[in-house]
Nanobody, 125 residues
Framework: QVQLVESGGGSVQPGGSLRLSCAAS????????IGWFRQAPGKEREGVSV????????YYAESVKGRFTISRDNAKNMVYLQMDSLKPEDSAVYYC??????????????????WGQGTQVTVSS
């Protein structure tokens, strides 16, 4: 079955950390760029980061640059998002998504063709 499954969300205090995981199955992960997106209640979905397959390059939204780190392990079919120095405004449902190509700098969600079900991240004191 072709799918992405996120895990690792939860509740954390401001300044804390979480590591999200995205498990890919049914397709070859190293043929695709993988992105992380988030959506807070009442807001549009926002691209957070993308990890390319062919050169392992990474791109980040300005709002998370320096705090979040994306990585992948093709052998395990896994993509991760390490989130440090979390802020209340980082609270959202986080999704991983597959891009149709192996390399992109785009965080436009319409370019991603497979999505996970999402995992909730709540940052609150």
């Amino acid at each position: 079955q072709v799918q992405l499954v996120e895990s690792g969300g939860g509740s954390v205090q401001p300044g804390g950390s979480l590591r999200l995981s995205c498990a890919a199955s049914g397709f070859t992960l190293n043929y695709h760029a993988i992105g992380w997106f988030r959506q807070a209640p009442g807001k549009e979905r926002e691209g957070v980061s993308v990890n390319n397959a062919n050169d392992d390059s990474k791109y980040y939204a300005e709002s998370v640059k320096g705090r979040f780190t994306i990585s992948r392990d093709n052998a395990k079919n896994m993509v991760y998002l390490q989130m440090d120095s979390l802020k209340p405004e980082d609270s959202a449902v986080y999704y991983c998504a597959r891009h149709s190509s192996s390399w992109t700098w785009s965080l436009e969600d319409v370019e991603y063709d497979l999505w996970g079900q999402g995992t909730q991240v709540t940052v609150s004191s």
